[in-house]
């Protein structure tokens, strides 16, 4: 009999599981995790620092610290996606820091183009997709588009700045109220 | 010292877990974080709040050395594949549903060992259309899809070693998508070894019936081999 394919809580269940079991020492678990989410990860990684060697060393660094934090997981019982692109995410960053990586000068986000409408069920296992789209849209195209920046590229206020032409300080209100009315958005 | 402002403390969670705070202040924040549960679960807040924008990304397969190296780092055992369930295969194809764009998940069923050759079939300055990687050792062949040329319907791509001075041996059809991976046999090996290019050809649906290609290939592209 041939079996559908697991529904998205299915799937946090068994990164779930899977984080569970690292925390509890058991290496076997491990690769499978790995399997199921490096390819965002690394797609994450290569986005922000565009250097594919500098990304795959950054990979290993994520890895490993997932291996040894997933006990904290394990603890505070958050979305594992949201946890491990987390760990991704300031992984590079950091590294940002240390090579100096010159942002490239290419909006990759230009008109703010809306791609499709994304699928409700597919991402519906994202935490709280539904309501955060429905905060965005409460956003000015801009704010909207410099948080995108930040948290999709890893672009700092200054990169965001060059991208997009603007005062530096124009970004930092645009990038404050954004998440303000957002954050009032999410918590009403 | 901590902010205790909950205002305040928000604000920094917020542009922390966005990046936008850099610096000495987000190694600051971060030491903050470890000590004050405020913090912590504020950017937890945060972390599960902005995850959906995580939408945007394109998914990206590492290359097989970077599992490698967390294995070395961590000093973890080797495992031997198991078999995987259907259940596994069937996670497989949400999670590519899930990651949207071209997304590339592959499943080793053993340790490829050692990347011995590589070819990269494209267009000229196009984006590459499949990534094929040879595992000499242990005759494994891998084949990720990429952005592939349009196929005609009732069609499929079909992969050819060229060896030299020799007729061209079918290395098997050509993923529409994701990545395939299979053992190559002795008599594919042994073509492989002698070719320095491969192919691609059109043939009808399942492969070419004569067991040579049936059609001009649309890629002849050189076989690297990997020192």
């Known amino acids: 009999m041939p079996q559908s394919a697991p529904s998205t809580a299915d799937l946090d269940e068994r990164l779930r599981g899977l984080l569970d079991r690292c925390a509890a020492g ?45 006990g904290q997981f394990s603890a505070m019982r958050g979305r594992p996606m949201a946890w491990m692109v987390s760990i991704a995410r300031y992984r590079a960053i950091d590294l940002l820091r240390h090579e100096r990586a010159a942002p490239v000068l290419v909006p990759d986000l230009p008109e703010q183009a809306p791609a499709e409408e994304p699928d409700a069920e597919v991402f519906g296992w994202l935490p709280a997709s539904a309501l955060l789209e429905r905060c965005l849209q409460l956003l000015t195209d801009r704010q909207r588009q410099c948080l995108e920046l930040a948290f999709v590229g890893g672009n700092s206020h200054e990169d965001i700045s060059r991208l997009t032409g603007n005062p530096l300080g124009t970004i930092k209100s645009w990038i404050r109220r954004g998440l303000q009315s957002l954050r009032q958005c999410l918590e009403s | ?198 192919a691609v050809t059109v043939e009808p649906a399942g492969g070419s019936p004569t067991g040579q290609p049936t059609s001009t290939p649309i890629f002849v592209v050189p076989l690297r081999t990997v020192s």
């Not at chain 2, 062949?141 to 499929?156: E, K, M």
């Open chain 1, 26 to 70: 058991d290496s076997g678990a491990l690769q499978p995790l790995y399997e199921l989410a490096s390819p965002l990860l690394f797609g994450c990684l290569t986005r922000i620092l565009r250097r594919r060697a500098l990304a795959e060393e950054a990979l290993q660094d994520v890895f490993v610290s997932i291996w040894q934090r997933a």
């Open chain 2, 1 to 198: 010292m901590t902010p205790q402002n909950p205002n305040v403390v928000d604000r920094l969670a917020a542009e922390y877990v966005l990046g936008t705070l850099r610096g000495p202040a987000r190694r600051r924040f971060e030491r903050w974080r470890g000590s004050s549960a405020l913090v912590t679960q504020r950017c937890l807040f945060w972390e599960e709040q902005l995850i959906p924008l995580a939408r945007a990304l394109q998914p990206v397969p590492p290359p097989l050395h970077v599992w490698e190296g967390i294995r070395a780092r961590l000093n973890l055992p080797e495992h031997r594949a198991r078999a995987r369930p259907a259940y596994a295969l069937a996670i497989a194809a949400s999670i590519l549903m899930i990651i949207v764009l071209g997304a590339v998940v592959y499943w080793r069923t053993t340790q490829p060992g050692r990347l011995s050759e590589v070819a990269t079939i494209s267009a000229p300055a196009g984006t590459a259309a499949w990534q094929v990687e040879i595992y000499g050792e242990r005759g494994r062949l891998i084949v990720r899809a990429g952005q592939l040329p349009p196929r005609p319907a009732n069609r499929d791509f079909e992969l050819w070693a060229l060896p030299t001075g020799g007729k061209p041996v079918s290395l098997g059809l050509l993923p529409a998508g994701g990545t395939a991976e299979r053992t190559l046999t002795e008599a594919q090996l042994q073509a492989l070894s002698h070719a320095t290019q491969v």
